[in-house]
């Protein structure tokens, strides 16, 4: 792990961003705002937070639907788990361990597993730039990418390219793979004939179980539901940061409540399209900066912004880790042991699609 270069590139981003949040913080400003708080708050806002973690998991059980029929309590914790792990390994080995621990209990592939994984974080983007299309019907979005874009030092067209075409480019081609899973498999067996014969194998089979795992997207019914889904996820999410904000005062810095949901949504789009930015677990970092000057740029006062970016990252990060952590300590399984599980390969013994998950 530490020797990975994605570990260290991760390592520097999060200097880096986490370097520009505290340098154009007053630390001692953001003391007084941190003590001026009311943290009763965070409660609720954090059970907001797990409302949108259950619109996940009912999301990633129809994803999951055309490889097993898993019941949304079973599904629960391995959603949970994922998330803890994304939180405290860094390279985002969560992904890894959510779709081990899907295995490990419900016999679903790893490998198309990890595709359905990729399909909800493909959609999560989609959901973020609707939403911020939305709210760009009360707040001049335009403006505020061209002041992080020189608050960044990258040119604000660049970086909204950057935040939204990855995403139009990965759902039509996983829509494109998905319905013509013959043609891309005959393309797979010619470019696999440059592998030696017992690699090309292998790795046929894990082409073929990743295919399976985008099964769902060949269904507009259920390619609509996961889209429709995705949305009250974050509608959720972003209630936990209006709720938290209340907290710091910050709804005195906008004229009405209307407004104040609208800042916290486009605050809640660009600090998680902001988190594909390379960082350690939990992104920390880039949450914060791109937070904290979303904020700003929106009238928030610089310590203002940033004591409630603190511990919003903190409530959204802490809960969800215990919660996985305790899943983990029922089960008597160490995170370090299911991360190196999780890293290593699939058996190629067992049906590409995976055997049919739920009670036994």
Partial sequence: MLRSRRFWLGLVGSIIFMGLFLYRTDLVAMLHALRGANYWLVIPGVACYFVALWFRTLRWQIILAPLGQVKLRRLWPVVTIGYMANNLLPVRLGELVRAYFLWDKERI?????????????????????????LVSLVIPIAGLLQSLGTRTGVN?????????????????????????PAGVERIMERAAVVLPRPARGRALDLARRFLSGLSVLRSPRRLFAIYLLSLPVWIAEAAMYMV????????????????LGAAMMLTTVISNLGTSVPSTGGSVGPFEFFAAETLVILGVSRDGASAYVLVLHLALLAPVTLLGLFYLW???????????????????AGPVEGVQGGEP
Avoid: C, H, Y
Wanted: proline share 2%; no cysteine; aromatic share 12%.
């Fill in 244 to 259: 938290i904000a209340f907290g710091f005062g910050l709804d005195l810095d906008f004229a009405n409540w209307g407004l």
């Fill in 109 to 133: 592939s790893k490998t198309a597993g990890l595709a359905t994984i990729l399909v909800e974080r493909v959609f999560d983007g989609m959901a973020l730039l609707l939403l911020a299309m």
């Fill in 330 to 348: 029922s089960d008597n399984i160490s995170l370090s042991r299911l991360a190196q599980k999780s890293q290593q390969a699939e058996p190629l």
């Fill in 156 to 180: 604000w067209l660049v970086l909204t390219l950057a935040l939204s075409i990855p995403f139009f480019v990965a759902t039509a081609l996983m829509v494109v793979v998905a319905w013509f």
